[in-house]
């Protein structure tokens, strides 16, 4: 990523061209650039996946080191920033389209 990028900012979104996913990631996984339980620098991740599912859903995160932004089909749904590898989840609206895309 290139210097300056912030993953935080309000224009940072799936359709940018630096939220490209070309490599496949196991589920869980960890993707610190440091251990958990070492202090050191954490790596920035982007993860893309389908799902289906039609009505409202909730999608639920085991962990977290400390910042995620998640969007379905392209609209933000939430963000997590407790830190400390805490659970969370988030609601995700009805839709008409049978195959979801998360982000």
């Given at each position: 990523l ?29 993707m ?50 407790a ?21």
């Amino acid at each position: 990523l290139p210097d300056g990028f912030d993953s935080m900012s309000p224009g940072f979104g799936p359709s940018s061209p630096l939220a490209a996913t070309p490599n496949k990631t196991n589920v869980p996984s960890n993707m610190d650039v440091a251990n958990p339980g070492y202090l050191g620098t954490r790596g920035v991740a982007m993860y893309r996946s389908t799902f289906e599912q039609e009505g409202p859903a909730r999608l639920q995160f085991q962990a977290c080191s400390f910042y995620c932004r998640v969007w379905v089909d392209g609209r933000e749904i939430g963000e997590h920033r407790a830190g400390g590898y805490v659970a969370f989840t988030l609601d995700v609206p009805a839709s008409d389209k049978p195959k979801r895309e998360l982000f």
